[in-house]
Protein backbone atom coordinates (compact mmCIF):
# COMPACT_ATOMS: atom_id res chain seq x y z
CA UNK A 1 0.00 0.00 0.00
CA UNK A 2 1.19 3.35 -0.53
CA UNK A 3 2.00 6.24 2.04
CA UNK A 4 3.04 9.22 2.17
CA UNK A 5 4.96 11.17 5.22
CA UNK A 6 5.67 14.52 5.54
CA UNK A 7 8.54 15.21 7.85
CA UNK A 8 7.25 18.82 9.56
CA UNK A 9 4.33 19.27 10.40
CA UNK A 10 5.30 22.95 10.99
CA UNK A 11 8.53 25.26 9.40
CA UNK A 12 8.74 28.79 10.46
CA UNK A 13 11.05 30.57 8.10
CA UNK A 14 12.11 34.49 8.06
CA UNK A 15 11.26 36.33 4.54
CA UNK A 16 14.01 35.95 1.93
CA UNK A 17 15.45 32.77 3.42
CA UNK A 18 15.15 29.65 1.68
CA UNK A 19 13.21 27.01 2.73
CA UNK A 20 12.72 23.32 2.23
CA UNK A 21 9.54 21.05 2.92
CA UNK A 22 10.13 17.09 3.56
CA UNK A 23 8.16 14.62 1.86
CA UNK A 24 8.76 10.75 1.73
CA UNK A 25 6.27 8.00 0.24
CA UNK A 26 6.71 4.98 -0.13
CA UNK A 27 4.94 2.73 -2.90
CA UNK A 28 6.28 -0.96 -4.72
CA UNK A 29 5.28 0.42 -8.11
CA UNK A 30 6.03 3.21 -10.43
CA UNK A 31 4.48 6.95 -8.99
CA UNK A 32 3.43 10.06 -9.91
CA UNK A 33 3.88 13.28 -7.45
CA UNK A 34 1.86 16.02 -6.45
CA UNK A 35 2.34 19.27 -4.09
CA UNK A 36 -0.54 20.92 -3.13
CA UNK A 37 -0.78 24.23 -1.54
CA UNK A 38 -3.46 25.55 0.76
CA UNK A 39 -3.89 29.36 1.31
CA UNK A 40 -6.46 30.16 4.50
CA UNK A 41 -9.76 29.60 4.03
CA UNK A 42 -9.09 28.08 0.49
CA UNK A 43 -9.31 25.15 -1.42
CA UNK A 44 -6.03 23.19 -2.33
CA UNK A 45 -4.21 23.83 -5.90
CA UNK A 46 -1.83 22.19 -7.41
CA UNK A 47 2.15 23.58 -7.37
CA UNK A 48 3.49 21.65 -9.21
CA UNK A 49 3.31 17.74 -9.99
CA UNK A 50 6.27 14.70 -11.12
CA UNK A 51 5.06 12.42 -14.08
CA UNK A 52 8.25 11.10 -15.62
CA UNK A 53 11.50 12.42 -16.85
CA UNK A 54 13.76 14.98 -15.20
CA UNK A 55 13.91 14.57 -11.55
CA UNK A 56 13.95 18.52 -11.04
CA UNK A 57 10.29 20.09 -11.22
CA UNK A 58 9.61 23.39 -11.50
CA UNK A 59 6.16 25.19 -9.91
CA UNK A 60 4.28 28.22 -10.03
CA UNK A 61 5.92 31.15 -7.38
CA UNK A 62 9.03 30.00 -7.28
CA UNK A 63 8.85 26.51 -5.85
CA UNK A 64 10.60 23.59 -7.35
CA UNK A 65 10.92 19.39 -6.38
CA UNK A 66 13.74 17.32 -6.77
CA UNK A 67 12.37 13.38 -7.17
CA UNK A 68 14.91 11.20 -5.45
CA UNK A 69 13.85 7.49 -6.23
CA UNK A 70 16.68 5.86 -4.54
CA UNK A 71 15.83 8.26 -1.03
CA UNK A 72 11.84 7.96 -2.10
CA UNK A 73 11.58 11.77 -1.42
CA UNK A 74 10.05 14.55 -3.23
CA UNK A 75 11.17 17.48 -1.03
CA UNK A 76 9.93 21.16 -1.81
CA UNK A 77 12.51 24.10 -1.91
CA UNK A 78 12.11 27.94 -2.72
CA UNK A 79 15.10 30.19 -2.70
CA UNK A 80 13.54 33.03 -1.31
CA UNK A 81 10.23 33.00 0.87
CA UNK A 82 7.86 35.74 0.73
CA UNK A 83 4.98 36.59 3.55
CA UNK A 84 2.77 35.56 1.11
CA UNK A 85 4.32 31.68 0.81
CA UNK A 86 2.30 31.33 4.18
CA UNK A 87 0.06 28.46 3.94
CA UNK A 88 -0.18 24.38 4.25
CA UNK A 89 1.52 22.40 1.69
CA UNK A 90 0.54 18.70 0.89
CA UNK A 91 2.69 15.96 -0.45
CA UNK A 92 0.67 13.64 -2.51
CA UNK A 93 0.84 10.43 -4.35
CA UNK A 94 -0.92 8.24 -6.67
CA UNK A 95 0.68 4.47 -8.45
CA UNK A 96 0.85 5.51 -12.14
CA UNK A 97 -1.62 2.44 -12.76
CA UNK A 98 -3.79 3.31 -10.16
CA UNK A 99 -6.53 6.54 -9.38
CA UNK A 100 -6.80 6.70 -6.04
CA UNK A 101 -4.16 9.52 -4.61
CA UNK A 102 -3.09 9.51 -0.99
CA UNK A 103 -2.17 12.96 0.29
CA UNK A 104 0.29 13.23 3.35
CA UNK A 105 -0.73 15.13 6.42
CA UNK A 106 0.16 18.70 5.65
CA UNK A 107 3.42 21.28 6.24
CA UNK A 108 2.41 24.29 7.79
CA UNK A 109 4.62 27.07 6.68
CA UNK A 110 4.96 30.10 8.78
CA UNK A 111 6.97 33.12 7.25
CA UNK A 112 7.73 35.87 9.73
CA UNK A 113 8.88 38.74 8.50
CA UNK B 1 -10.64 29.83 -10.06
CA UNK B 2 -10.54 26.03 -9.89
CA UNK B 3 -13.81 25.69 -12.01
CA UNK B 4 -15.01 23.55 -8.77
CA UNK B 5 -18.05 24.87 -6.99
CA UNK B 6 -19.17 24.11 -3.89
CA UNK B 7 -22.35 25.11 -1.97
CA UNK B 8 -22.93 26.41 1.01
CA UNK B 9 -19.82 28.01 1.68
CA UNK B 10 -21.03 27.76 5.76
CA UNK B 11 -23.69 25.22 7.34
CA UNK B 12 -24.43 24.82 10.81
CA UNK B 13 -26.57 22.63 12.38
CA UNK B 14 -27.56 20.53 15.30
CA UNK B 15 -26.29 16.72 16.44
CA UNK B 16 -28.53 14.33 14.75
CA UNK B 17 -29.55 15.98 11.77
CA UNK B 18 -28.79 15.59 8.40
CA UNK B 19 -27.36 17.72 5.75
CA UNK B 20 -26.39 17.24 2.07
CA UNK B 21 -23.50 19.07 0.39
CA UNK B 22 -23.09 19.94 -3.20
CA UNK B 23 -20.30 20.05 -5.79
CA UNK B 24 -20.21 20.76 -9.46
CA UNK B 25 -16.94 20.06 -11.02
CA UNK B 26 -14.95 21.73 -13.84
CA UNK B 27 -16.63 21.80 -17.02
CA UNK B 28 -15.81 18.35 -18.95
CA UNK B 29 -14.31 16.35 -16.00
CA UNK B 30 -16.12 12.85 -15.08
CA UNK B 31 -14.86 12.67 -11.67
CA UNK B 32 -15.68 13.64 -8.33
CA UNK B 33 -13.59 13.06 -4.97
CA UNK B 34 -14.76 13.97 -1.75
CA UNK B 35 -12.44 15.02 1.00
CA UNK B 36 -12.74 15.43 4.84
CA UNK B 37 -10.49 18.67 6.35
CA UNK B 38 -10.45 18.85 10.11
CA UNK B 39 -7.50 19.69 13.10
CA UNK B 40 -7.14 16.24 14.18
CA UNK B 41 -7.30 13.71 11.27
CA UNK B 42 -6.24 16.00 8.09
CA UNK B 43 -7.41 15.53 4.55
CA UNK B 44 -9.07 12.59 4.69
CA UNK B 45 -10.57 10.74 1.02
CA UNK B 46 -14.07 10.09 1.53
CA UNK B 47 -14.78 8.34 -1.68
CA UNK B 48 -14.61 8.87 -5.48
CA UNK B 49 -17.31 8.63 -8.35
CA UNK B 50 -16.59 8.55 -11.79
CA UNK B 51 -18.99 9.51 -14.62
CA UNK B 52 -21.98 8.55 -11.95
CA UNK B 53 -20.33 5.22 -10.90
CA UNK B 54 -18.74 4.96 -7.32
CA UNK B 55 -15.18 4.15 -8.19
CA UNK B 56 -13.13 4.49 -4.94
CA UNK B 57 -14.13 4.04 -1.01
CA UNK B 58 -11.78 5.83 1.42
CA UNK B 59 -13.03 6.45 4.77
CA UNK B 60 -16.43 7.04 4.55
CA UNK B 61 -18.35 6.14 7.67
CA UNK B 62 -21.74 4.23 7.41
CA UNK B 63 -23.93 7.53 7.93
CA UNK B 64 -22.12 9.09 4.94
CA UNK B 65 -23.21 8.80 1.20
CA UNK B 66 -23.28 10.47 -2.27
CA UNK B 67 -24.00 10.32 -5.01
CA UNK B 68 -23.33 11.52 -8.74
CA UNK B 69 -26.21 12.45 -10.98
CA UNK B 70 -26.24 12.11 -15.09
CA UNK B 71 -25.13 16.13 -15.35
CA UNK B 72 -22.22 15.31 -13.16
CA UNK B 73 -22.92 17.06 -10.02
CA UNK B 74 -22.29 15.29 -7.12
CA UNK B 75 -23.78 15.78 -3.38
CA UNK B 76 -22.42 14.56 -0.15
CA UNK B 77 -25.38 13.51 1.91
CA UNK B 78 -23.95 13.40 5.92
CA UNK B 79 -26.65 11.84 9.20
CA UNK B 80 -27.13 11.38 12.22
CA UNK B 81 -24.33 13.93 12.62
CA UNK B 82 -22.03 14.19 15.57
CA UNK B 83 -20.21 16.92 16.76
CA UNK B 84 -16.74 15.28 15.09
CA UNK B 85 -18.37 16.00 12.35
CA UNK B 86 -17.16 19.38 12.00
CA UNK B 87 -14.91 19.93 9.29
CA UNK B 88 -14.02 21.55 6.30
CA UNK B 89 -15.26 18.92 3.36
CA UNK B 90 -13.60 20.03 -0.39
CA UNK B 91 -15.07 18.73 -3.35
CA UNK B 92 -12.20 18.01 -6.49
CA UNK B 93 -12.43 16.81 -9.92
CA UNK B 94 -10.45 15.70 -12.76
CA UNK B 95 -11.10 14.42 -16.11
CA UNK B 96 -10.49 10.55 -15.82
CA UNK B 97 -11.41 7.83 -13.49
CA UNK B 98 -8.26 6.55 -13.29
CA UNK B 99 -6.14 9.76 -12.50
CA UNK B 100 -3.76 9.69 -15.23
CA UNK B 101 -1.11 12.13 -15.23
CA UNK B 102 -4.02 14.88 -14.17
CA UNK B 103 -4.27 16.73 -10.88
CA UNK B 104 -7.51 17.21 -8.72
CA UNK B 105 -9.07 20.64 -8.99
CA UNK B 106 -10.04 21.48 -5.42
CA UNK B 107 -13.02 23.43 -5.07
CA UNK B 108 -13.32 26.27 -1.81
CA UNK B 109 -14.84 23.85 0.29
CA UNK B 110 -18.22 23.81 2.54
CA UNK B 111 -17.76 24.36 6.18
CA UNK B 112 -19.95 22.28 8.66
CA UNK B 113 -19.80 23.21 12.17
CA UNK B 114 -22.26 20.60 14.08
CA UNK B 115 -23.20 22.26 17.85
Known amino acids: AQSVTQLDSQVPVFEEAPVELRCNYS??????LFWYVQYPNQGLQLLLK??????LVKGINGFEAEFNKSQTSFHLRKPSVHISDTAEYFC???????????FGAGTRLFVKA | DSGVTQTPKHLITATGQRVTLRCSPR?????VYWYQQSLDQGLQFLIQ???????AKGNILERFSAQQFPDLHSELNLSSLELGDSALYFC??????????????FGPGTRLTVT
Open chain 1, 50 to 55: YLSGST
Open chain 1, 92 to 102: AVRNTGGFKTI
Open chain 2, 92 to 105: ASSPRGDGGTYEQY
Open chain 1, 27 to 32: SSVSVY
Open chain 2, 27 to 31: SGDLS
Open chain 2, 49 to 55: YYNGEER
